[in-house]
C-alpha cells in the first residue's frame, strides 16, 4: 500500500461513556488520485470516521496513516498534507474573505507571498473576487460555503477531507464546487468525501464505500458496484445496501 | 511569529467590529468612573462645603435655648430654618416629609430652667468634693426634658452619627458653661466675666489632620482619586464580556475544530488573544486616566493626580490587565455557551470587586470575609494602585500586592489549560 493516501488497519473507537464501540477493527484503504465518497445512514459513523481519520478524535486500537505518516504519533506535523472542509461554516463571520484565508493560511504555514498569491487565485475561481474585503455576515449560503472550502484548499494539501461541503447551496454553486473539485483531484488531490447528496456524488466519485453500524458494506469503483448488486444509480444501491428503516431515531 | 502576528491582526479585526463589547470595555467604566466619582464628591461636598438643611423649633424662651442655638450654627454644617415656637412635632414632620429638611430640633420649653438647675447640682456636688458647704446639693435634676431630633428615613446611619456628634459638642458647650457660672458664682460670688469664660471654654487644642504617605506629600485624597484606580480595575476585568465570548463564540461556530485540524498548536490562538486584549486594557486605563487628569476639572470634580513612578502605574496596569485577560479566557473557555460566559462573567466580577473592596472598603469588611477577600484578584490591583495613587508609593512599595496577583494569574492560567486539555482543545 505504499501509494495510499489513507490506510486505516484495525480501527477501534468508543466515545466516552458509550457502550458499545464505534468501529472495531475497521479496515480501509484509500488510494492517492481518488475521489473516494463516503456514504451511509444517518449514525453509521462517516463523521466520526472522518475526525479520527483528521486526528480531531483520538482512537483507541489500531493505526490511521495518512500519506505513510501515522496520525496517532505525528499529529501536528502532518496535519500539512491535509485539508479539512468541515460540514459547519467554520471560520470568522466578521471577517471578509481575504481576511479569513489571510489568518487560515498563516495558520497552514504559508508565508505572506505565498497566501496573497493563493488568496487570489482562490476569490477569482470561487467567484468571490469582488466581495473579497466584504464581511462574510454579508454573504448568502453558497458564497460563505465557497469561502468555506477556500479555507480548506489555501494550502494545497494532498489528501482533501469534505464533509457535506455542498449542503443546503444552489445548483450553481454546486456545481462550481464540484468542478473545483475536480480540478484539483486533476492536479494531484485525493478527495474524501461525505455527503447525502448521492446525484452529486455519482458524479463526483470513481470509488465508493459504504459504512452502516460502523462497518464498511461496501468499497469498490461506482461503476463495479452497480454491476455486481444490479443497480442503476448509487440511490437504489445504498436503500440495497442499508435497507430502508430510518436510522436516527 | 507571522502566525502571531496573523492571529493577533485577526483578534484586533474581530474586536474592532464587535461594537456592543467595545461599548462594555470603555464607555461602561468612563460612566461608572464619573458617576461614582460625582456622587461621592457631592457627599464629601455636602459634609464639608454645603450645609444641611436643619429645622429648629426653639420652644425656651431662656438663654441656654439660644446659646444652644449658637453653638448649632457655629458648627457649621447646618443651614438653620427658625420655626415658631408654637409648631408641633406632628406640624415638623409635615414639614420634612414636605422636603423642607431631612433633620428637625426641638428644644423644650424648659431648657434653660432645667440646664441651671442641673449646673446648680453639678456644682453644688463639685464644690461638696472640694469640702465647702452648700445648699444645693439636693436638688433633682432628673427631669431635663430631652433634646428631640427629628430626622427624614433616606438619611444614612453614618450621616446621622455625625450629625448627633454636633449636636452633642453643642449641648456640652451650653452644659458646661452653665456649670462653670454656677461653680464661679458660688465660690467668687460675681458673676463669670466674657474674657474668663472664652478662655475656659473656647481655647480648645487644635486637631492637625495629616494623610500618611510614602513620598511625604501631604496632598488630601479626594474622590476621584479613590474612584479613578478602582472603576478602571473593574473595566479591566469586565472585558470578560468581549474576551470570554469570543472564546465562546469560537468554540461553537467551528473555528476551533478547523484550528486543531491544522500545523499550528492552539497556544499561538491563546497567547494571541493575551496579547491583543491586553492591550485593550491599556487602552483602557489610559482613557480612564486622561478623563481623570483632563475631563473630570471641567465637570467640578477634583483633577485625578496621577503618581511620581509612572512606571510604576503601568507595571502595575500590565499584570492587572494580564490577570483580568487570563480571567476572561478561563470563563470562555469553561463555558458552554456565550449566555453562560456573559452572566457568570458579569455576576463573578461584581461578587469580586464586592469581597475585593471596590463597593465597600476593606477596612469595613467583617473579619470573616478578611481571608475570602483576599482571594479576590480585584483586592490586589486595587491595594497595588492605591499604594500608589493614594499612598505615594513606588513599585517596590506594592511589590506584596502584585506578588499574590501573580500567583493567582498563573494559577487561573493553569486552570485554562487544564480545561483545554480536558476538553481535547489543545
Not at chain 1, 458494506?217 to 463495479?224: F, G, K, T
Not at chain 2, 449641648?171 to 456649670?179: A, D, R, T
Not at chain 2, 480648645?204 to 485624597?221: C, K, L, T
Not at chain 2, 493567582?408 to 481535547?424: A, E, H, M, P, V
Request: with cysteine.
Amino acid at each position: 500500500m505504499s501509494n495510499a493516501a489513507v490506510s486505516i488497519k484495525n480501527l477501534g473507537f468508543k466515545y466516552p461513556g458509550q457502550a458499545a464501540p464505534c468501529f472495531n477493527d475497521l479496515d480501509l484503504h484509500v488510494q492517492q488520485g481518488e475521489r473516494f465518497g463516503l456514504f451511509g445512514p444517518n449514525g453509521a459513523g462517516k463523521t466520526t470516521l472522518m475526525n479520527c481519520m483528521t486526528g480531531l478524535l483520538s482512537f483507541q486500537q489500531g493505526s490511521i496513516q495518512l500519506m505513510g505518516h501515522e496520525i496517532a504519533h505525528h499529529k501536528k506535523s502532518i496535519n500539512r498534507l491535509f485539508g479539512f472542509v468541515p460540514q459547519d461554516l467554520s471560520f470568522y463571520q466578521e471577517l471578509s474573505p481575504a481576511e479569513n484565508l489571510s489568518f487560515f493560511g498563516a495558520w497552514s504555514g504559508l508565508n505572506k507571498q505565498e497566501i496573497k498569491n493563493k488568496t487570489d487565485e482562490l476569490l477569482d475561481v470561487l467567484g468571490l473576487a469582488d466581495v473579497r474585503n466584504k464581511k462574510v455576515q454579508e454573504f448568502s449560503g453558497g458564497m460563505k460555503r465557497r469561502v468555506n472550502l477556500a479555507i480548506g484548499v489555501i494550502h494545497e494539501p494532498q489528501v482533501l477531507f469534505l464533509d457535506e461541503p455542498t449542503v443546503g447551496v444552489d445548483v450553481h454553486t454546486r456545481h462550481a464546487i464540484v468542478n473545483y473539485l475536480k480540478e484539483l483531484n486533476k492536479k494531484g488531490t485525493t478527495l474524501i468525501y461525505t455527503s447525502h447528496q448521492l446525484s452529486e456524488a455519482e458524479d463526483l466519485c470513481n470509488i465508493v464505500a459504504l459504512i452502516d453500524d460502523g462497518k464498511i458494506i461496501a468499497h469498490d469503483s461506482l461503476s463495479q458496484l452497480l454491476i455486481d448488486h444490479e443497480e442503476d444509480g448509487l440511490e437504489g444501491l445504498f436503500i440495497n445496501l442499508t435497507g430502508k428503516a430510518f436510522r436516527d431515531l | 511569529m507571522f502566525k502571531l502576528w496573523s492571529t493577533i491582526l485577526k483578534d484586533v479585526r474581530i474586536l474592532s467590529r464587535d461594537r456592543l463589547g467595545l461599548v462594555f470595555m470603555f464607555a461602561m467604566p468612563i460612566v461608572l468612573a464619573i458617576v461614582i466619582t460625582a456622587v461621592q464628591n457631592s457627599t464629601f461636598e455636602m459634609l464639608n462645603t454645603n450645609k444641611v438643611p436643619m429645622l429648629l423649633c426653639n420652644k425656651d424662651t431662656g438663654e441656654a435655648g439660644k446659646q444652644l442655638e449658637a453653638a448649632i450654627g457655629k458648627a457649621g454644617m447646618f443651614d438653620l430654618k427658625q420655626l415658631a415656637p408654637a409648631e408641633s412635632e406632628k406640624e415638623i414632620s409635615a414639614r420634612m416629609h414636605a422636603k423642607d429638611a431631612v433633620i428637625a430640633i426641638i428644644i423644650p420649653a424648659d431648657f434653660t430652667a432645667k440646664i441651671k438647675e442641673k449646673a446648680k447640682h453639678t456644682a453644688a456636688k463639685a464644690l461638696h468634693s472640694f469640702g465647702l458647704q452648700t445648699d444645693s446639693l439636693k436638688t433633682d435634676s432628673s427631669s431635663i426634658q430631652p433634646i428631640t431630633l427629628l430626622y427624614h428615613p433616606v438619611l444614612q446611619e453614618s450621616f446621622r452619627h455625625s450629625i448627633q456628634g454636633a449636636l452633642r459638642s453643642a449641648l456640652q458647650m451650653v452644659q458646661s458653661k452653665e456649670v462653670l457660672k454656677s461653680i464661679y458664682f458660688s465660690i467668687n460670688e460675681k458673676e463669670l466675666t466674657d474674657t474668663l469664660e472664652n478662655e475656659l471654654l473656647n481655647n480648645q487644642v487644635a486637631i492637625r489632620e495629616i494623610p500618611v504617605s510614602r513620598d511625604g506629600s501631604r496632598n488630601i485624597p479626594n474622590a476621584t482619586q479613590h474612584n479613578v484606580p478602582a472603576w478602571t480595575v473593574f473595566a479591566m476585568f469586565f472585558i470578560v464580556i468581549s474576551l470570554g465570548g469570543s472564546v465562546v463564540r469560537e468554540k461553537l461556530n467551528g473555528s476551533f475544530v478547523r484550528l486543531k485540524t491544522l500545523p499550528t498548536n492552539y497556544l499561538v490562538a491563546l497567547l494571541s488573544k493575551q496579547l491583543a486584549y491586553l492591550f485593550v486594557t491599556l487602552v483602557q486605563a489610559a482613557v480612564v486616566f486622561s478623563i481623570g487628569i483632563w475631563l473630570f476639572p471641567s465637570m467640578g470634580l477634583p483633577k485625578l493626580d496621577l503618581p511620581a513612578d509612572i512606571i510604576g502605574v503601568f507595571i502595575v496596569t500590565l499584570i492587572c490587565g494580564w490577570c483580568a485577560v487570563s480571567f476572561a479566557i478561563m470563563v470562555g473557555v469553561f463555558s458552554q455557551t456565550q449566555e453562560q460566559s456573559n452572566g457568570v462573567g458579569a455576576v463573578s466580577i461584581v461578587l469580586m470587586a464586592a469581597i475585593g473592596g471596590l463597593l465597600v472598603p476593606s477596612f469595613a469588611m467583617p473579619s470573616s470575609f478578611q481571608f475570602v477577600m483576599k482571594l479576590s484578584p480585584l483586592h490586589w490591583c486595587l491595594e497595588a494602585y492605591y499604594g500608589l495613587f493614594l499612598e505615594g508609593g513606588k513599585l517596590r512599595d506594592v511589590i506584596l500586592n502584585i506578588l499574590p496577583l501573580l500567583g493567582i494569574t498563573f494559577f487561573i492560567q493553569l486552570i485554562t489549560l487544564y480545561g483545554l486539555k480536558r476538553k481535547n482543545l489543545i
